[in-house]
């Protein structure tokens, strides 16, 4: 039973427009929420992070969004470009110091 | 940033075989470790948490006593699959947390271990 769902396995955008990757979570505990970046052969990479206590955070070309009533989130990357070419996983946590749950990840190209 | 390493990053075995995977935190020190696991097209799903001179705690419906897991010192953890079959074929990140900050945000991933079982 999937807590963390992507439900979109792929992403196309063009270079300079907006991405944006979806995260929907099952379980209203979850209180504490991250975007992992993943290149091939490469283990992930911390992005962004949001606590529940917040419906919105940005660093530089990444923002992250939080609906805590629809239990989803959102990472907008403004402008794409072609380095940001990779599978995107959506994490959830009990705390920030939480055991971290995973979704199946989102593979976003962006297209030169 | 921290790096973590792993080693190897490609097994191929026979059946009945036993296979050692190495986490190394390479310039930070880590008291927990956490060995996943990722089939093809699914989500990483964690298997076990690796405590520095602790026993392991493993998840629901994992093996303890065929995933063994060690982690004898700050920067190394080891999994050893036993007597692995096909069915364990699968790719194997590893991921310590910085133990002077001990949050999410501060748990870096290895490279990943990818286990193939004939």
């Known amino acids: 039973d999937q807590q963390v769902k992507q439900n979109s396995p792929s992403l196309s955008v063009q270079e300079g427009r907006i991405s944006i990757l979806n995260c929907d979570y099952t379980?209203?505990?979850?209180?504490?929420f991250l975007w992992y970046k993943k290149y091939p052969a490469e283990g992930p990479t911390f992005l962004i992070s949001?606590?529940?206590?917040?419906d919105k955070n940005e660093d530089g070309r990444f923002t992250v969004f939080l609906n805590k009533s629809a239990k989803h989130l959102s990472l907008h990357i403004v402008p794409s470009q072609p380095g940001d070419s990779a599978v995107y996983f959506c994490?959830?946590?009990?705390?920030?110091?939480?055991?971290?749950?995973f979704g199946k990840g989102t593979k976003l190209s962006v297209k030169p | 940033g921290a790096v973590v390493s792993q080693h190897p990053s490609r097994v191929i075995c026979k059946s009945g075989t036993s296979v050692k995977i190495e986490c190394r935190s390479l310039?930070?020190?880590?008291?927990?470790m956490f060995w996943y696991r990722q089939f093809p097209k699914q989500s990483l799903m964690l298997m076990a948490t690796?405590?520095?001179?602790?026993?392991?705690?493993?998840e629901q419906g994992v093996e303890k006593d065929k995933f063994l897991i060690n982690h004898a010192s700050l920067t190394l953890s080891t999994l050893t699959v036993t007597s692995a079959h096909p069915e364990d074929s699968s790719f194997y990140i590893c991921?310590?947390?910085?133990?002077?900050?001990?949050?999410?945000?501060?748990?870096?991933f290895g490279p990943g271990t990818r286990l193939l079982v004939l």
């Open positions: 994490a959830a946590s009990l705390g920030s110091q939480g055991n971290l749950i």
């Open positions: 379980n209203s505990m979850f209180d504490y």
């Open positions: 310039d930070f020190q880590a008291t927990t």
């Open positions: 690796s405590n520095e001179g602790s026993k392991a705690t493993y």
């Open positions: 949001i606590s529940s206590i917040k």
């Open positions: 991921s310590a947390r910085d133990l002077l900050r001990e949050l999410v945000e501060t748990q870096y």
